[in-house]
T-cell receptor
Framework: QKEVEQNSGPLSVPEGAIASLNCTYS??????FFWYRQYSGKSPELIMS????GDKEDGRFTAQLNKASQYVSLLIRDSQPSDSATYLC????????FGTGTSLTVIP | DTAVSQTPKYLVTQMGNDKSIKCEQN?????MYWYKQDSKKFLKIMFS???????INETVPNRFSPKSPDKAHLNLHINSLELGDSAVYFC?????????????FGPGTRLTVL
């Protein structure tokens, strides 16, 4: 079992819709959770970080964490074509683990 | 100002050669990392240094040797390159290295071994 699992996609949504990205992790001791966005040929850049159960909102982005169920999600409201990228979930406990990413395409 | 920089951006070389990738950060961070991203986009940590000391050394072949001359630099030297070493290598840094830290990534070095 991988430490961090994501649906690889591709996930396609129309412009203006909500995109929902999910991630599960195996280490119950994990403490910090991150969502990174990676455009093709570019480096990962941080979108959101979340450390406690519940929701955290930042503009059009909402991260949700449920430690009991060991999942973290990212919602993107009013999706824009510029949101088209690969979204990487990262989890830290004793180590820093990335998921394999979900490819998102927002269709104009 | 470039926060985390890597050189070279592209590296094409023959099997068996030795090559180095350099990384520098001007963020004043204490911790630096090397990651390998394969063709399936899987990003895996290789090494982590905190104030020039090796903190994380994942299971990578000993052909890979990191060197940190000071806390702003972390270089990666690869001996006897193999086809499977072809990937994008990212350097990253974080303020202290604690688990809540955000990591800031360099632009990556695309290594192609022929």
């Amino acid at each position: 079992q991988k430490e961090v699992e994501q649906n690889s996609g591709p996930l396609s949504v129309p412009e203006g819709a909500i995109a929902s990205l999910n991630c599960t992790y195996s280490d119950r001791g994990s403490q910090s959770f991150f969502w990174y966005r990676q455009y093709s040929g570019k480096s990962p850049e941080l979108i959101m970080s979340i450390y406690s159960n519940g929701d955290k909102e930042d503009g059009r982005f909402t991260a949700q964490l449920n430690k009991a169920s060991q999942y973290v999600s990212l919602l993107i409201r009013d999706s824009q074509p510029s949101d088209s990228a690969t979204y990487l979930c990262a989890v830290t406990g004793n180590q820093f683990y990335f998921g394999t990413g979900t490819s998102l395409t927002v269709i104009p | 100002d470039t926060a985390v920089s890597q050189t070279p951006k592209y590296l094409v070389t023959q099997m068996g050669n030795d090559k180095s990738i350099k990384c520098e950060q001007n963020l004043g961070h204490d911790t630096m990392y090397w990651y390998k991203q394969d063709s399936k986009k899987f990003l895996k940590i290789m090494f982590s240094y905190n104030n020039k000391e090796l903190i994380i050394n994942e299971t990578v072949p000993n052909r890979f040797s990191p060197k940190s001359p000071d806390k702003a630099h972390l270089n990666l030297h690869i001996n006897s390159l193999e086809l499977g070493d072809s990937a994008v290598y990212f350097c990253a840094s974080s303020p202290t290295g604690v688990t809540t830290d955000t990591q800031y990534f360099g632009p990556g070095t695309r290594l192609t071994v022929l």
